[in-house]
């Protein structure tokens, strides 16, 4: 099954600072890859998502990029705010038959004010 | 506010009992997923359920069971419990077009004692 790895599992920036969350995944297939935000005790809540036949999407301070060569995908955080502090998880999933998610084990960021 | 609700918040039961979550997808989702998030785990996906059929299985335990009903709400029957299943559990939903996004309802959290 798919396997996805993300870096690293802990980030400290300074407000205003940008964030980089870095994810890979094992399976050719997977075609669909959300990031998801969580603040503690809460529900992951998504925040952006792309498909593999789109190398970056962009919304607003929020962008991903996907390279489907290499297997990897990247969360960017420009101008970070306190209240970006949460844990991040990016996902998975090959969107065909079970399209369930393989997450993650999450990036905690903290933004420092 | 996702549209996915989950009953009941929070569960407090000893080992060996067995209790039952449930979940609402969103309207007009037809399919439903069940995840654990654990302390040391991350989420991990259980199973899928789409339109009252299964349509995939995670790393679900025997002692674990699910079902969906006509209406499209879902339960996870959880039984003999121990202590290492205390943990969240999440529903999400989805339309079952894909590609397709999974939106999270609030979990429950199940403590064991």
């Known amino acids: 099954g798919e396997n996805v790895e993300q870096h690293p599992s802990t980030l400290s920036v300074q407000e205003g600072d940008s964030a980089v969350i870095k994810c890979t995944y094992s399976?050719?297939?997977?075609?669909?890859f959300p990031w998801y935000k969580q603040e503690l005790g809460k529900r992951p809540q998504l925040i952006i998502d792309i498909r593999s036949n789109v190398g970056e999407k962009k919304d607003q301070r929020i962008a991903v990029t996907l390279n489907k060569t290499a297997k990897h995908f990247s969360l960017h955080i420009t101008e970070t705010q306190p209240e970006d502090s949460a844990v991040y998880f990016c996902?998975?999933?090959?969107?065909?038959?079970?399209?369930?998610?393989?997450f993650g084990t999450g990036t905690r960021l903290t933004v420092i004010p | 506010d996702s549209g996915v609700t989950q009953t009941p918040k929070h569960l407090i039961t000893a080992t060996g009992q067995r209790v039952t979550l449930r979940c609402s997808p969103r309207s007009g989702d037809l399919s439903v997923y069940w995840y654990q998030q654990s302390l040391d785990q991350g989420l991990q996906f259980l199973i899928q359920?789409?339109?009252?059929?299964?349509?995939a299985k995670g790393n679900i335990l025997e002692r674990f069971s699910a079902q969906q009903f006509p209406d499209l709400h879902s339960e996870l029957n959880l039984s003999s419990l121990e202590l290492g299943d205390s943990a969240l559990y999440f529903c999400a939903s989805s339309v079952e077009a894909p590609p397709d996004t999974q939106y999270f309802g609030p979990g429950t959290r199940l403590t064991v004692l």
């Open positions: 996902a998975a999933s090959t969107q065909t038959g079970a399209n369930n998610l393989f």
């Open positions: 399976d050719s297939a997977s075609n669909y």
């Open positions: 359920y789409y339109n009252g059929e299964e349509r």
